[in-house]
């Protein structure tokens, strides 16, 4: 049962995704992408991963989304400008297309031929998050705070005014 | 969860990546090109979680929220990005910054 | 719960917090400041390493500290450290040189301005971090990482004089050269992993060992090429000599302990995957022996002690990776330990002496030394010894003897390689006691800028000391180590599980009469003028290699003789024009012939061009790559077609000419600079990748 609820939130999560990127007008789009996310973190639970759930919500759909927003406010939606996006769409999706075909098909069917045979499930969840992610992998997480941390001083530093202009 | 499902997951989150990587060819402002950035980052997670699931054991979890970090640290560089080309240049359609070429 | 081996994430810490804290902290540092963090970061290694040791030395060697695992179907990635005795012992002297190099270069540095010391030390403290990670490495992808970030490192530190071109353009061949043989490390590694399933070494090398016979061979030899361009073996050798271009600590750590060694401590890391290949087994001997053989033979020919010692590294490392070769990885590391002693010693010791000098670091700035520079002078005598392999006294003589000893014991192949490897160790004696004897000569009476002299060293530093402590001990502690270390080479071996290999009398005997003739060699050069003046002269020897020269007296010469006489004969008048042109096109060739050339030619220039091309760079003459084929196609467009005026075939040739340059353009329109085109880029690269991993390793 959870099992299929997880598959129909992920296909609601492809269709949502799929809507996003061929929007026009990119409030539109952003409203799907937090469909599209929100239908991911309700799969995560359907999944049993609640804790990975919680932090889409609040993170990816929450914190993420919001800071696009703020973005977005300051975005040119005139119809003029949404006309220009349905025409670029519809001149030059077929090269892209073409690529992310040559992509998926070697991909979905190494997925199909299956790779090593897929060993039996092996039940629920065991050992905590936590204590994965603070024991064996607490050098991961240091190096990707590490990351964090880069990536807020470079936003600082590009977002500084009067910098090098 | 039985395999048959775990693949079809599998598929969907390479569709999720698929779509993603559309959007990142396909469009050329760099607002929906980083939303799309979000939806292909989107896919593995969710792959790493039906795995994760499938598996029994936390990995997937964990690599979700690595992912997660390496979302945000791209959601913020990405816009702080695109806000300075903004001031700067007046731009937000991608392919017009070719500059670095030089 | 807590393992000792957990020290062993604190071994390559303490470098890499001190290359964060000079590098990239924004704060202004004072010049002692940026001294006392280096010197933090380089000595901390060495006294992390001691408890391990000791741990390690006391029976239980066998830790690994796993640091990220990653389990996926049947294959797994796992970062991890690895304690081994092989990883202690190199390990344990990788930390002791780069703390006694980082000592010598605070007060040998000392008068660079502050900008440029932290560059220094950030870099110098990196350096020694990657070696010990990848020393310490458990698993191939840390492996390669310290691998890789050595190399970057090298790069930076060689062209560390950024004002001079030659020093950039060291320190961009070194890099491309190594670069190119890494890609083998690369592929070998990533055929590894796919025929294991796993990165850690542990798991790796037993499934390397095991597998089938053909895709053993193509690992095999991969990653002695990578092995051989790492360690500046021939034919991947030229980058070595002109990376001395560096500031002498740099050098000292590069070629004696680090970055040309790690190539024989990976093919030795690696051994059991060599060793079940015979095909590999003898390539490897083979090219180590020529390698040490053509070293010390070029080395004799130098007139600058650096350059001298550059070709002692590769020809000394030739024997590292002889041993290796020869089935015995024991005695190969073993002479790593004493080769890192006294290098690092010889460098240190040349720097000291010819620090400041006017004539930079040619070997008449040697002279007088003895007066100078009393210690330095003892502890050049003493590395020298030990690099010539004086009998007993001498660490150098024990491990040469054991690396000459399994040459002896391998059957009539080896008796070969015993009596090349010999005659080299007599070169070697020659070429280590020429600067020796060169320092007794008195000083030369007026000094004025000898034109030989490098570059670099010409008033680029002069002294200020601040304090011969840190000159002094160095090289007291590494000379003592060059002389005693005799008595751990025999410990080593065992201590690595094998035993050391024993010689019948005879060789034995012959092996330590080879110091004293060559002595005698040394001394014969040095103070007989008439021979001092041919070695001086020997600016052939000098080239990067001697075969061109043979070359051109035995194979260009007699050709551009024939080609006079036959257009002589034939066609006396204006056939000079022609003749000119083909002589300038042999000599061309024969310029070309030089290893160095070859490598300008086919790998740094191509690339340099390929970037420049592909970056649209218009600045300056015709990009040769994109207008070679151009070129050509014209070129034969007259030759073939011009007698036959505008027929067909004109037009023919002559449109196909026009194509080739409509897709130059084409070409050159793929770099747009636009992010979507790159995107596209990378998806058609990975869409490839994944056929060929859907095609090799998922059926």
């Known amino acids: ?43 995560f639970f359907a999944l049993g991963a609640s804790f990975a759930g919680a932090v889409q919500v609040l993170i990816y759909a929450g914190a993420i989304v919001a800071v696009f927003v703020f973005v977005v406010m300051s975005v040119d939606t005139s119809a003029e400008a949404r006309g220009r996006e349905r025409e670029r769409l519809a001149t030059g999706w077929r090269r892209p297309a073409a690529a992310v075909i040559l992509v998926a098909v070697p991909l979905v069917a190494g997925l199909g031929v299956g790779g090593p045979a897929l060993v039996a499930p092996q039940g629920t969840a065991q050992g905590s998050l936590g204590a994965l992610l603070f024991g064996p992998w607490a050098l991961a997480i240091e190096v990707a705070s590490g990351l964090l941390l880069a990536a807020l001083m470079g936003a600082r530093h590009l977002g500084r005014r009067g910098a090098g202009e | 969860m039985n395999a048959a499902t775990l693949s079809i997951l599998l598929l969907l989150s390479a569709g999720l990546f698929a779509t993603g990587f559309f959007g990142l060819l396909a469009r050329r402002a760099i607002l929906f090109q980083l939303i799309s950035l979000e939806l292909m980052l989107a896919g593995p997670a969710l792959g790493f979680i039906a795995g994760g699931a499938y598996h029994g054991g936390q990995t997937g979890q964990a690599m979700f929220v690595l992912i997660l970090i390496l979302a945000a640290a791209e959601v913020a560089l990405g816009l702080a990005l695109y806000l300075a080309l903004r001031r700067v240049a007046d731009v937000e359609d991608a392919d017009t910054i070719t500059r670095l070429r030089h | 719960m807590l393992s000792p081996y957990l020290l062993l994430l604190l071994v390559p810490s303490p470098p890499l917090a001190a290359f964060l804290m ?70 344990l002297t990788v930390a002791a040189v780069g703390a006694m190099v980082i000592t010598y270069a605070i007060d040998y540095m000392s008068d660079a301005g502050v900008a440029d010391l932290r560059r220094f030390f950030a870099l110098m403290n990196l350096f020694l971090a990657a070696m010990l990670t990848m020393v310490l490495a458990g698993d191939t992808i840390t492996f390669f990482f310290g691998w890789e970030l050595m190399g970057l490192c090298s790069f930076f530190l060689i062209a560390y004089n950024t004002g001079l071109p030659q020093a950039v353009a060291a320190g961009r061949k070194a890099f491309i050269i190594t670069r190119f043989a890494d890609a083998f490390l690369l592929a070998g590694l990533l055929l590894l992993f796919l025929e294991a399933n796993s990165v850690r070494l542990d798991v790796l090398i037993p499934a390397g060992a095991t597998m089938t016979e053909d895709r053993h061979l193509v690992i095999a030899l991969l990653l002695l090429a990578g092995a051989l361009g790492k360690s500046a073996q021939v034919p991947f050798h030229t980058w070595l000599p002109s990376a001395m271009a560096g500031p002498t600590p740099v050098s000292a750590l590069l070629h004696s302990a680090t970055m040309v060694a790690a190539g024989a401590f990976m093919l030795a890391r690696f051994s059991p995957i060599v060793m079940s290949e015979p095909l590999v087994q003898a390539i490897a001997a083979a090219f180590g022996v020529g390698t040490a053989a053509f070293g010390a033979l070029s080395a004799i020919f130098q007139t600058d002690v650096k350059r001298l010692l550059a070709y002692s590294s590769i020809s000394q ?37 010819t620090h400041g000098s006017d004539l930079g670091t040619s070997m008449k700035a040697m002279r007088g030394a003895a007066r100078r520079r009393p210690v330095a002078y003892v502890a ?17 003589w024990w491990s040469k003897e054991a690396v000459l000893s399994a040459a002896w014991n391998t059957g009539p192949f080896g008796i070969a390689i ?56 160095p090289l007291v502690v590494l000379a003592t180590g060059s002389m005693l270390g005799g008595v751990m080479v025999a410990p080593i071996i065992s201590f690595l599980g094998a035993e050391v290999p024993h010689a019948p009398h005879l060789p034995a005997l012959l092996a330590a009469m080879a110091p004293f003739a060559g002595l005698i060699g040394a001394a014969a050069l040095t103070f007989v003028p008439s021979l001092a003046a041919a070695v001086e002269g020997a600016h052939d020897m000098r080239r990067p290699t001697r075969l061109d020269h043979k070359f051109q007296i035995w194979v260009i010469e007699p050709y551009i003789r024939l080609i006079r006489w036959l257009s002589r004969d034939r066609r006396p008048r204006d056939a000079d024009l022609d003749f000119e042109r083909q002589v300038r096109l042999i000599r061309w060739l024969s310029r070309g012939a030089r290893m160095d050339g070859v490598y300008q030619a086919l790998v740094v220039r191509p690339f340099v061009n390929l970037v420049r091309w592909l970056s649209g760079h218009r600045g300056g003459g015709v990009d040769p790559v994109g207008s070679a084929p ?70």
């Not at chain 3, 050049?380 to 150098?396: D, K, M, R």
């Not at chain 3, 010999?422 to 020429?434: D, E, M, Q, S």
């Open chain 3, 630 to 699: 151009v070129a050509l196609a014209l070129r034969l467009t007259q030759a073939v077609v011009g007698p036959l005026a505008h027929d067909r075939f004109d037009r023919f040739w002559m449109r196909s000419a026009n194509r080739l340059v409509r897709i130059w353009v084409m070409a050159r329109a793929i770099q747009t600079g636009r992010s979507r085109d790159y995107a596209l880029g990378l998806a058609l690269g990975t869409a490839a990748l994944l056929v060929i991993a859907w095609g090799t390793t998922w059926n």
């Open chain 1, 1 to 43: 049962m959870s099992g299929l609820l997880a598959l129909w939130c992920a296909a609601v999560a492809l269709a949502c995704a799929v809507l996003a990127v061929t929007r026009p007008v990119i409030v539109h789009a952003l409203i799907w992408l937090v469909a599209a996310l929100l239908s991911l973190a309700a799969c």
């Open chain 3, 418 to 473: 015993w009596a090349l490897a010999f005659l080299t160790a007599i070169c070697t004696a020659v070429y280590a006691f020429r600067p020796v004897l060169e320092a007794l000569l008195p000083e030369p009476e007026h000094r004025s800028r000898a034109p030989h002299g490098h570059p670099l060293a010409l008033n680029l530093h002069h002294r200020a000391r601040i304090g011969s402590g840190f000159i002094t001990v």
């Open chain 3, 22 to 91: 000079l590098g990239l902290d924004p704060f202004f540092l004072r010049r002692r400041a940026v001294q006392v963090l280096a010197l933090l970061g380089g000595v901390a290694p060495f006294f992390v390493m001691l408890p391990l040791a000791a741990v390690c030395f006391g029976g239980e060697c066998h830790g690994v500290v796993p640091v990220f695992t990653l389990a996926f179907g049947q294959s797994e990635v796992a970062l991890a450290l690895l304690l081994d005795p092989m990883s202690t012992l190199v390990g």
């Open chain 3, 317 to 353: 490392i030739g024997f590292m990776v002889l041993a290796v070769g020869l089935g015995a990885p024991e005695v190969a590391i073993g002479h790593f330990v004493v080769h890192a002693m006294f290098k690092s010693l010889l460098f240190l010791a040349a720097g000291d002496i």
């Open chain 3, 380 to 396: 050049y005598v003493a590395g020298a010894a030990s690099l010539a392999g004086v009998p007993f006294i001498t660490a150098g």
